[in-house]
């Protein structure tokens, strides 16, 4: 891995440099070794053994096996570490005391600040990563990282600047820990709008207002009197979760649908345009995403039945492995699905939001895991999703109930979009530190400190000597 000598550099513009600084490329000022897998690794810590510094415990801090020093290239508490092979090339941070990975590199810092060098390394991260080599694995492209230009001011302002770093860091790393916090607490926040409104609590005080709506039991009457109307037998019958208001009916979910379904169990022909043909992965996120979807011909959608051609208005269900995810169909347009999601088609019983929102609930979710079969990939069934219990309020209620969870979902959206800008903002300030940083204008020059120029010298003069001794070593070892 010795670094090969090229002109394209990264760094300041001689006259950018404040005064007392001095540029120099980053292989000037470090001696380095690349770590190797030891040859033999345990699960189990003893006395004379050293952590395995691989990428899960550099990152992470999860040292998982230890390794015998002699067999080991060895870090030091002083010394930096960084990712050199696998997408998160280029990250790095301080060292502890262990044997070197394979795919990390140590750093050796010659007589400057560790911490100094780290964070300067940190601010180039999306350029060392962004020119990587290698299109299969990708790893830190050596020609890159060892020619870019470190800015090196005195010894004394490395230590003013990393002191000021660390405050201020540190509580930009407070802020991202409690932004982190809001996408769960939106989530709880979410489910808790979902429960009371499958519970009828979200709308207590509407119903006191209209006490005279059709309740949801005579609704249910008039419909299974209906001539078209089939009696629908469930085995197993699920228990009642709950007491509901007395307008409201426990129903199977069977019951609310016109008809209920999942995709053609037949291994669909596949091209390269078509019809689209959609799988979980595509509904993943709650909503319909046509962005990557396989293709079928349009011989193939024609014969698929009619209820299990989606149309506007219809449900999806996913049913297989990640199960309980149901999606709005809300555009017209031809497209088909694969047998490990179900279409839930409504009927007049019920509006397709309210069941919407009623099936993103932990009620049915719940219900859904205590009905699915299979081990190492659950199912829920068409026969466990026909006798879901929902709670079937009238219909106005229904309707309130869908207004009243898109006010409260709105307000959520709102703060997420400040989430994201927050968010946003916070990365990009962790940058914009460290850059001013390495410019100098994070704190002031002291004419009283010792020029750079003085200190590169004795780094040259160390590194020098440094390599004498190791190709000494080296001579002593094959003798």
Excluded at 284 to 305: A, H, M, N
Excluded at 416 to 436: G, P
């Amino acid at each position: 891995m010795k670094p090969e000598r090229k002109d394209k550099v990264e760094g300041l513009n001689k006259g950018d440099l404040p005064q007392g600084w001095i540029q120099t490329k980053l292989i000037d000022v470090v001696t380095y070794q690349k770590g190797k897998k030891p040859k033999k690794l345990t699960d189990v810590y003893a006395t004379n053994l050293v952590p395995y510094l691989d990428i899960e415990a550099f990152v992470n801090n999860n040292i998982r096996q230890y390794a015998y020093p002699e067999s080991s290239k060895l870090a030091k508490a002083s010394d930096v570490l960084i990712v050199w092979d696998g997408a998160r090339s280029g990250l790095t941070g301080l060292a502890r005391e262990g044997a070197i990975g394979s795919t990390i590199v140590c750093l050796t810092p010659i007589k400057i600040e560790q911490k100094y060098l780290s964070r300067f390394i940190q601010s180039k991260y999306q350029y060392i990563n962004d020119n990587h080599r290698g299109s299969g694995i990708p790893h830190v492209d050596p020609d890159i990282f060892w020619n870019i230009l470190i800015p090196l001011p005195p010894l004394n302002e490395q230590r003013r600047i990393v002191a000021k770093l660390e405050k201020m860091l540190a509580k930009v790393n407070d802020c991202k820990q409690r932004l982190e916090r809001i996408p769960t607490i939106l989530k709880r926040y979410r489910q808790s709008v979902l429960a009371a409104a499958c519970s009828g609590r979200l709308t207590a005080d509407w119903r006191e207002l209209h006490p005279d709506v059709e309740p949801a039991e005579e609704l249910l009457n008039k419909f299974r009197k209906r001539k078209d109307y089939k009696k629908i037998k469930i085995k197993d019958e699920l228990p009642i979760p709950f007491d509901l208001p007395l307008s409201w009916q426990w129903i199977n979910l069977i019951e609310v649908c016109e008809s209920l379904t999942d995709g053609d169990h037949q291994p669909p022909p596949k091209q390269n345009e078509g019809i689209p043909f959609l799988v979980i992965s595509n509904i993943k996120e709650g909503e319909l995403d046509f962005s990557d979807t396989r293709y079928v011909p349009e011989e193939y959608y024609d014969q698929i039945k009619d209820s299990r051609k989606p149309r506007k208005g219809d449900i999806l269900y996913s049913v297989v492995g990640s199960y309980g995810i149901p999606v709005l169909v809300n555009i017209e347009k031809k497209f088909c699905f694969q047998r490990h999601i179900a279409l839930l088609r409504v009927n007049r019983l019920i509006f397709n939001k309210y069941l919407l929102y009623i099936l993103q609930s932990r009620l049915v979710f719940a219900q859904a895991t205590a009905v699915a079969t299979g081990s190492a990939q659950l199912t829920v069934t068409l026969t466990g999703l026909r006798k879901l219990k929902i709670a079937l309020p009238p219909l106005e209620e229904q309707q309130e109930i869908v207004r009243r969870v898109e006010a409260l979902f709105k307000k959520c959206d709102l703060i997420e979009q400040r989430y994201q800008k927050a968010k946003a903002y916070i990365d990009k300030l962790t940058q914009s530190i460290l850059a001013k940083a390495f410019r100098g204008e994070l704190v002031p020059q002291d004419s009283n400190d010792e020029p750079a120029e003085v200190l590169l010298e004795r780094i040259r003069v160390e590194k020098a000597q440094q390599e004498k001794q190791m190709k000494a070593r080296k001579c002593d070892s094959f003798r």
